[in-house]
Nanobody, 117 residues
Framework: QVQLVQSGGGSVQPGGSLRLSCTGS????????MAWYRQTPGRERERVAS????????AYADSVKGRFTISRDNAKATVYLQMNSLKPEDTALYYC??????????WGPGTQVTVST
């Protein structure tokens, strides 16, 4: 049974930091590309950051470049999103995604990140 377990969300003041984690099971984690998406009410889900299968090339949305860092530890089957210099507009529900094929496209349950004074 495929499972993605997320942790690390919460509330923080502007300028603060949070680290999200997502641990996968039930599939061969190292062979999947991993990504973080976010969504706010009334808006489409936005891909924030992605990291390729072993090789680990990364890509970021323009809105988070220089502030967010995605990384993976295949031995722990975990992907991370380090978020620094957080802004109120980063407030969203953040989802972990594991992708290999259209039939192997898995999502975590989401974790709330709130940035406010």
């Amino acid at each position: 049974q495929v499972q993605l377990v997320q942790s690390g969300g919460g509330s923080v003041q502007p300028g603060g930091s949070l680290r999200l984690s997502c641990t996968g099971s039930g599939f061969t984690f190292s062979t999947f590309a991993m990504a973080w998406y976010r969504q706010t009410p009334g808006r489409e889900r936005e891909r924030v950051a992605s990291i390729a299968r072993p090789g680990g090339s990364t890509a970021y949305a323009d809105s988070v470049k220089g502030r967010f860092t995605i990384s993976r530890d295949n031995a722990k089957a975990t992907v991370y999103l380090q978020m620094n210099s957080l802004k109120p507009e980063d407030t969203a529900l953040y989802y972990c995604n594991a992708f290999k094929t259209l039939e192997q496209d898995y999502w975590g349950p989401g974790t709330q990140v709130t940035v406010s004074t």
